[in-house]
């Protein structure tokens, strides 16, 4: 129909902590979610996949962006802007980006809070 039902998943280290709202019928989404989580000392990278709900059969997998430790670490006053959608799967073709604010807050112990928003796509 030349439109999808898109929402994002967020994975620290592969693990599915944060789930966004679908908005229906679009190929321009606008979420404008934020979340805090903890993350742990250990952690490694920060997924989000963008995905297109489907109601007949499994969700599609749209793309993905990662934000590494060493990414986030290289702009410790936290990332925001527009980042290019990669592959999740070698044979799909992938076109879209996805904008997003990351920042790394103050510590609680051994444990960094960190802040995503999830602003849009296109």
């Not at 190929?27 to 903890?38: R, T």
């Not at 993905?64 to 936290?78: F, Q, S, W, Y």
Request: proline residues 4%.
């Amino acid at each position: 129909t030349g439109s999808s039902d898109p929402y994002c998943i967020v994975k620290i280290d592969n693990e599915a902590i944060i789930r966004t709202a679908t908005v229906w019928k679009t190929l321009s989404p606008f979420w404008g979610e934020e979340y805090e989580v903890q993350l742990q000392p250990t952690f490694h990278s920060i997924s989000i996949y963008v995905m297109d709900e489907d109601a007949l059969s499994r969700d599609d997998v749209i793309g993905k962006v990662c934000i590494t430790r060493d990414m986030l670490a290289e702009h410790p006053k936290g990332y925001s802007g527009w980042m290019s959608l990669s592959e999740v799967d070698p044979d799909e073709e992938v076109q879209g980006e996805i904008h997003l604010r990351v920042e790394v807050l103050g510590s609680q112990g051994s444990r960094r809070l960190l802040r995503c928003t999830v602003l849009e796509a296109r």
